[in-house]
């Protein structure tokens, strides 16, 4: 048994790449057809209303694409709009609730810092799952406004004064409180790893949604016998809603590997 339909993925903009990073480590052979809004990012400063509105227009694109299941890799849409998937044909999978259980596992001293975009923070969902798993766990949280435009404007580099200073700033509370792990609870967020580490220092756990997300698909495509098992190398197809060119240019180093022209196409997600 086996089911050749890709697995959609959609994010705000580049962020989500993190997590199609880590999908493409654990299942190489399954397609994937990804949907980033850049024409709408940001999401987190919006309202929960907006948010969720954007998110079903992104999961009927998917739809229409006839993918087998729908991952939101974004912790905004994540937190505050995951019920879109109840209503969905397919099965959904978020991103908060596989980075909690991630921390809960990894936290020695019991004091968890969470860094999100401001509607992820607003909405305490992180915070949420981690106390119905350790329910005298402290969680620190921080929204860092200023991440999200730094990465899509392709500043990230490890070194980069802008961002290790802005790092240092968001993640003041979070070291003084002494958190031994920190989840990086936006999925562009994996991206300023090296700038956060410098900071919080190697002691401290970063956890990223992506791996969890996808150790969690994995397991999940495999019970359902929904595998593609027809190749070896799954095919990839990127979709944005603005300026395909200055997404291809950032994407391939978040990817790691080179995109090309014929991969990534620009829709019109208002006319769906
Ligand atoms: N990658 C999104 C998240 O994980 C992006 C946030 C945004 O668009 O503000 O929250």
């Known amino acids: 048994m086996f089911d050749k339909r890709a697995i959609g993925v959609f994010d705000s903009g580049l962020g989500g790449l993190t997590v199609v990073k880590e999908l493409s480590r654990y299942m190489p052979s399954e397609d994937i ?76 001293n019991g004091k968890i810092g969470v860094l999100g975009t401001s509607a992820t923070i607003r909405s305490q969902k992180h915070a949420e799952y981690i106390k119905s798993i350790l329910p005298d766990a402290q969680v620190v949280s921080n929204s860092c406004t200023v991440f999200v435009p730094l990465v899509e404007e392709g500043w990230y580099a490890d070194d980069d004064p802008i961002v290790v200073e802005t ?55 495999k019970e359902n016998s929904m595998e593609n098992e027809s190749c070896n190398v799954g095919k990839h197809s990127y979709f944005v809603s603005d300026r395909p060119n200055s997404f291809k240019n950032i994407a391939s180093v978040l990817l790691g590997k080179k995109i090309d022209d014929d991969e990534i196409k620009q829709v019109d997600i208002s006319k769906l």
């Open 33 to 108: 057809i990804y949907f980033g809004d850049t024409g709408r990012v940001p999401y987190g400063t919006r309202s929960n209303e907006i948010i969720r509105r954007y998110a079903r227009e992104d999961a009927e694109f998917l739809l229409k694409n006839n993918v087998k299941l729908i991952i939101a890799a974004c912790g905004t849409v994540s937190s505050v709009a995951s019920d879109i998937g109840v209503d969905l044909d397919v099965p959904f999978f978020e991103v908060v609730s596989h980075a909690a259980k991630s921390a809960c596992n990894v936290t020695k």
């Open 167 to 221: 790092a240092k700033r968001y993640l003041k509370p979070i070291t003084d409180a002494e958190c031994d792990t920190v989840i990086l609870g936006c999925t562009h967020y994996p991206v300023l790893k090296g700038a956060i580490k410098s900071v919080v220092g190697d002691k401290v756990t970063l956890i990223e949604a992506g791996t969890s997300t996808a150790i969690a698909v994995k397991e999940f495509l």
